[in-house]
């Protein structure tokens, strides 16, 4: 199965994630070559499905914030990438919230 990944050279100094060149990608060869070269674990699936299950759970969870309800009413799957958007929303929301902050202190542990 071949799945289009994004290259770490964008076309422009953007860096939004739509200026970034496509390139496909042996998705599968290339997950054996990692395990092969021990710098995945071979259980990796079990901890991507762990990760999905999680992000399922806290989607609901979230304010009803336009960007993020932008972000979730385009995409019905959630990429890293669109994590990413999602909390860099959320850290703008919770930017002066002490206790947002403590909460991630104690998660980082």
């Known amino acids: 199965m ?18 970034f060149e496509v390139i496909e990608v042996h998705f599968e060869k290339f997950a054996a070559w990692l395990v092969a070269k021990n710098q995945i674990p071979s259980t990796w699936r079990k901890s991507v499905a762990d990760v999905r299950w999680q992000i399922e ?7 009803k914030h336009e960007a993020i309800q932008e972000i979730l009413k385009e995409n ?30 104690v998660l980082a542990r």
């Open 57 to 63: 759970k806290a989607v609901p969870q979230l304010p």
């Open 76 to 105: 019905t799957y959630l990429t890293f990438h669109h994590c990413r958007q999602i909390r860099n929303v959320l850290q703008g929301l919770y930017k002066n919230d002490k206790k947002v902050e403590d909460d991630a202190v």
């Open 2 to 19: 071949e799945i289009k990944e994004m290259c770490s050279s964008p076309k422009d100094e953007s860096n939004d994630i739509e200026q």
